[in-house]
């Protein structure tokens, strides 16, 4: 399985009180929600540095996971270079090691949770979400949405909202987000293709017709 994270900025890993990935939407005092999802020791996260050189033909001074040797190596190059263009740190958000880890539900409580082992599917743990249009909504779109959703997160005001899911996704299998507002009628379809997430545009009537002609009425059809 291979972890890929599309809202960093919502679903941060902390360790106190507990490891877990976490997203906190706060519109207001009384327009939040939290969720959380726990990992297990052993299982955690790693963050991939990479300090960039001048010239993008050359491989990059560093990759690792190293923090301390990614600043050592950033510190060299400007002193080597004399502070001239290059030596950027760049680092990836936590990103759970591909296939070293599982997703578990207990028995006992019903507690969804990243444990340590090995998961060598070609599935996806993705980490997304959808903002609403302005002074409107985001929901998930049952139709588009044919993956597992584990976690769920979704909070606004009169003006904005969002809504952040983890969810697993099989070759082929998506989760899609309807937005809508004052200028705002769209549908965003996020679809793991074994490879990667490709993201995919619809306005809600091309959604619709795109539905009719997928799903066509069946009241007056020839049983074969």
Known sequence: MKHINLAPKAWSF????????RCGLVFGRNQRD????????????????????????????YVGTDKVAAEEAKAQYHREHCGCFGGDLRATP??????????????EKGTI???????????????VGCA???????????????????????AGNRCESTLE??????????VAFHTSGRRTDEVYVYTWN?????????SAEEWEQRNAVSD?????????
């Open 14 to 21: 902390t360790t106190e009180p507990f490891p877990a990935f």
């Open 34 to 61: 939290r969720a959380f999802l726990p990992v297990a020791a052993g299982a955690e996260p790693v963050v991939t540095y990479t300090v960039d050189s001048a010239n993008s033909r050359i491989p990059p001074v």
């Open 94 to 107: 936590p990103i759970l090691p591909e296939g070293k880890f599982r997703v578990i539900k207990t028995r």
């Open 113 to 127: 949770m990243v444990v340590p082992g090995e998961d060598n599917t070609n599935r996806c743990l993705l980490f």
């Open 132 to 154: 609403g249009g302005f002074r409107g909504g985001v929901s998930l779109v049952e139709s588009g949405t044919t993956g597992v959703i584990l976690k769920e997160a979704s």
């Open 165 to 174: 899911v983890i969810a697993i996704l099989e070759v082929g299998q998506s």
């Open 194 to 202: 074994g490879t990667e997430v490709v993201k995919t545009h619809f």
């Open 216 to 224: 066509p009425p069946v009241d007056d059809a020839e049983v074969l």
